[in-house]
């Protein structure tokens, strides 16, 4: 049978042809940085356990970071345009300018009524509010991981009568899955224990905090050390609602 060649039109055959390696190439992402007042850099970090690094993700990375440090910078930029308000007055006042001395302690009013928020902190009229929102920020954290923790035990539980059923059917093959299943499960429930080492830690760096306030008791969360059983897991469960309820009582009874 002759065989009859048939044009196609040329967007259908650029369409069918094979992509370029170009074509798929993924870009590379800029390495974003910020220049610091204090004359340092930050740069973005790249998070690879989110997928593969885009301008996006490196530039929230670098959003993430700046901001904590903005807030720390706070009270010390104010205390410098405070000096700086004391200087110029003293300036004008030490060059003979009497005039100035009334706009000048304006100036200076002004400018410590921006400063007051932070001389109450060094004196600790700000450090209650603070640690009262600290600590529920933890019971918040704490209860999350103890919702990841109590699920894989709801896994774990329905997963252990599915391998004693499959056990005494004599399913080998279905039992090796289920416990393949069951290792996952209590992998994820120890990664949620894992997840509460950097809220131990926050705890312990909050106890200077605590000790200006009088009669403030000392923070610390119990032994969470798992055995590896779905009973230890419970029993961390019971351990961290304590604590929990512990930590809300403490919250509850800071003066703001």
Known sequence: MASIDIA????????MQAPKCVDLSLPKPNLPELTLPTGGTLKGIADITKGIPSDCSMNASLMLQIAPIMASMECLLKLLKFIGVLIDTFKELGSGNVTAL???LAKIADAGKDLAPCIGMAIGLTIP????????????????????????????????LSITTAAQNGNDL????LECAKENAMNAADGALQAIDPIA????????????????????????????????????VETLEE??????????????
């Open 174 to 177: 279905l039992a090796a899955q």
């Open 243 to 256: 604590a929990v309820l512990v930590l809300e009582g403490i919250a509850e009874a800071i003066p703001v």
């Open 8 to 15: 196609l039109p040329d967007a259908l055959t650029k369409l």
């Open 201 to 236: 830690t926050i705890l312990q760096l909050a106890g200077p905090f605590l000790e200006i306030m009088p009669g403030a008791p000392a923070i610390e969360l119990p032994s969470l050390a798992s055995d590896g059983s779905i009973d230890g897991l419970k029993t961390l």
């Open 102 to 104: 009334p706009s000048g």
């Open 129 to 160: 509010p603070f640690i009262k929102d600290l600590i529920l920020l933890i019971v918040k954290m704490l209860k999350c991981a103890l919702q990841a923790i109590k699920s894989a035990i709801a896994v774990l539980d329905g997963l252990e």
